[in-house]
């Protein structure tokens, strides 16, 4: 049987993981627990959110509020909570760097981030600008439905690769 070649990693990726910085994290009784808990909770927050919006934004929930007024209320606890999970998420990196390279969990994750990102700039500066003529409707336009679609699947796979890499199933 042929054997897989053992992937490369970068000297940059090397150099974080075994830093002090990288190996304080990693090896301290607390740095380490506390820093994924903040990550986990500060998701609760936003990821717990904005689902709120994407099933308005389907027309699967709080129909007879005005779309507005939830994203207007809703937002800046998402965009906090979304702060905190990337600079947690940023820590965690830097102390395994080199797990994280190798794992095909975090390269997926990585791919659904910039996906759930992609989606979420195209619908604020684009499908947005009409959002006040949707308030009085329990269902939006199409482009609004597939941005909700989008997002709950986009980021549901960021939460599920996130639990694989922590497992370290690949
Ligand atoms: C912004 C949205 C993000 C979400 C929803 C998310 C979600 C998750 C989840 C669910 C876990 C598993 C926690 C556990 O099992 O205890 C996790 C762990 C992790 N995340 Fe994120 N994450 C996000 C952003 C980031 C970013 C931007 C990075 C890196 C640049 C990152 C790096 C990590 C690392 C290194 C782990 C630890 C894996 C381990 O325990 O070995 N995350 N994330």
Redesign the pocket.
């Known amino acids: 049987m042929q054997e897989v070649p053992p992937v490369q990693v970068p000297a940059i990726i090397q150099w974080m993981q075994n830093s002090d910085f990288g190996t304080g994290i990693r090896e301290s009784v607390w740095t380490f627990p506390v820093v994924?808990t903040t990550?986990?909770l500060s998701?609760a927050v936003?990821?717990g959110l904005l689902i709120w919006f994407d099933l308005r934004l389907l027309g699967w929930g709080m129909k007879h509020q005005p779309i507005s007024r939830i994203h207007e209320q809703i937002m800046p606890y998402v965009v906090a909570g979304?702060v905190i999970?990337?600079i947690?998420?940023?820590l965690?990196?830097w102390?395994?760097a080199e797990?994280?390279y190798v794992s095909i969990f975090?390269r997926a994750?990585v791919f659904f981030?910039f996906l759930a990102a992609f989606n979420a700039i195209i619908f604020e500066f684009r499908t947005k600008k009409t959002i006040e003529d949707w308030d009085k409707f329990p269902i939006p336009p199409p482009p609004a439905r597939v941005a909700g679609w989008l997002s709950i699947v986009s980021?549901s796979a960021?939460?599920i690769a996130?639990?694989g890499?922590?497992?370290?199933l690949f």
Do not use: D, M, N, Q
Request: hydrophobic fraction near 45%; charged fraction near 20%; include cysteine.
């Open positions: 994924e990550h986990v998701l936003s990821v979304f999970e990337i947690t998420g940023f965690l990196f102390s395994e797990k994280c975090f994750k981030l980021w960021v939460i996130g639990r890499t922590a497992y370290s």
